[in-house]
């Protein structure tokens, strides 16, 4: 019952914001100019760049720095230059187990 009302209550609100787009932006300026209430600083907002040369190019062609073959030829010459340095190494084949 209580989880029912809660779930009105809420409605309810997310409708008055979502009509009044003006209350919402005054809501939050007021809740950020209390001196109990402090804005989030940019230090204590976690990295997001991204951390590999493939983050980098998946932002690239997600900005539209680069075209899709532009990310396709950089991902290949990435792929070839692992293979290079790290090869695969298949273990050998295991001799077939004997009839019984």
């Given amino acids: 019952m209580l989880c029912a009302f809660f779930l009105v209550v809420c409605l309810i609100m997310a409708g008055v914001f979502a009509s009044r787009p003006q209350l919402l932006r005054s809501f939050f300026e ?24 493939e983050g980098v190019l998946t932002r690239q062609l997600v900005t539209g720095e680069i075209t899709g073959p ?16 790290h090869p695969l190494q298949v273990p050998p084949e295991a001799s077939p187990p004997e009839a019984a």
């Fill in 30 to 53: 007021a809740a950020g100019k209390q001196p109990g209430l402090a804005a989030p600083r940019a230090a204590a907002l976690p990295d997001r760049s991204p951390q590999t040369l």
């Fill in 70 to 85: 532009q990310y396709r030829q950089a991902m290949a010459t990435i792929a070839v230059r692992d293979a290079e340095r």
